[in-house]
């Protein structure tokens, strides 16, 4: 029962993930005016998070508390953009999300 429940839990983590790409992507879509400068941000900016993730947060060399900041800055950064577009409830609620998660992997080992 709990390998099923921490294969859950991992399997939120990388909906997390998602998720904040794809609040960055809208955040870029939705206030930049139309035009190439929206477009290339659009795809742009969740590609720069992307790598900074990748090299940073699953980077084998980097010191667990570097890797722990660049989590709560980006998921920060996310949070921000869902309360930007007014929504601050939604923001609340995705830092809430990301907390318990991150509680569970740490309770966990994961």
């Known amino acids: ?6 294969t859950i839990n991992i399997g939120l983590r990388f ?26 941000a659009t795809v742009a900016v969740p590609l720069a998070v992307m790598t900074v993730w990748a090299t940073v947060v699953h980077g084998a060399t980097i010191p667990s508390g ?20 007014r929504r601050p409830e939604l923001a609340a609620l995705f830092l809430s999300v990301v907390a318990a998660n991150a509680a569970l992997m740490v309770a966990w080992g994961q």
């Open 15 to 40: 909906g997390l993930e998602v998720a904040l790409l794809t609040v960055l992507a809208v955040y870029c879509w939705r206030t930049i005016p139309p035009g190439a400068a929206r477009l290339a």
């Open 66 to 85: 570097v890797q722990l900041a660049t989590q709560v800055a980006l998921f920060a950064l996310a949070a921000a953009a869902i309360a930007a577009q």
């Open 1 to 6: 029962m709990i390998a099923t429940l921490k």
